[in-house]
T-cell receptor
Framework: EDQVTQSPEALRLQEGESSSLNCSYT??????LFWYRQDPGKGPEFLFT???AGEEKEKERLKATLTKKESFLHITAPKPEDSATYLC????????FGAGTRLTVKP | ETGVTQSPTHLIKTRGQQVTLRCSSQ?????VSWYQQALGQGPQFIFQ???????GRGNFPPRFSGLQFPNYSSELNVNALELDDSALYLC??????????????FGQGTRLTVV
């Protein structure tokens, strides 16, 4: 069965303290891996799509990478406005989401 | 370009009742997916519609049903509501990508509370 596990569940950083979020997955026939950001009470906001191992995408302070078994979301010099829940999802036969990593960035 | 819109934003229903949630897809998108998100968890796939036909379904009972209309808007219907149905219901629209999936864009969700 397709499965997505995100770690850590929660992460507290000081402003400027870089870190990485992990997404481990098992899927039969990966058709895409997605990263989303979700603010409380709102729908997920699309960040990145990755399709094959070795692929990388960047946007402002965020960089997503992909291997055959996991993906990382690297956050460089985060700001308080980066505080949110970050969701990873894989598309196989259907779309499977992880439980998310709740990121808090303190000023 | 208009985004994905859902209505209503909040809803309170009594156990055993029926509910209909609505979604307008993003301009140019002909695929709509519905998700249930319980508090503190990731979204769970309910089903997907493509050109008015159900095109995939997650592990949800038949009392969860849907429709897609010619303008690609969609409805989610839930019969015989249970307390565990309380959740944020999300609609997402996308374009079909063939062998490679394309990104889905989400609405703001409908918060359903069953009492």
């Amino acid at each position: 069965e397709d499965q997505v596990t995100q770690s850590p569940e929660a992460l507290r950083l000081q402003e400027g303290e870089s870190s990485s979020l992990n997404c481990s997955y098992t899927v039969s026939g990966l058709r895409g891996l997605f990263w989303y950001r979700q603010d409380p009470g709102k729908g997920p906001e699309f960040l990145f799509t990755l399709y094959s191992a070795g692929e990388e995408k960047e946007k402002e302070r965020l960089k997503a990478t992909l291997t055959k078994k996991e993906s990382f979301l690297h956050i460089t010099a985060p700001k308080p406005e980066d505080s949110a829940t970050y969701l990873c999802a894989v598309q196989g036969d259907d779309m499977r989401f992880g439980a998310g990593t709740r990121l808090t960035v303190k000023p | 370009e208009t985004g994905v819109t859902q209505s209503p934003t909040h809803l309170i229903k009594t156990r055993g009742q029926q509910v209909t949630l609505r979604c307008s897809s993003q301009s140019g998108h002909n695929t709509v997916s519905w998700y249930q998100q319980a508090l503190g968890q990731g979204p769970q796939f309910i089903f997907q519609y493509y050109r008015e036909e159900e095109n995939g379904r997650g592990n949800f009972p038949p009392r969860f049903s849907g429709l897609q209309f010619p303008n690609y808007s969609s409805e989610l219907n839930v019969n015989a509501l249970e307390l565990d149905d309380s959740a944020l219901y999300l609609c997402a629209s996308s374009s079909p990508g063939g062998d490679f999936a394309t990104e889905a864009f989400f609405g703001q969700g409908t918060r359903l509370t069953v009492v």
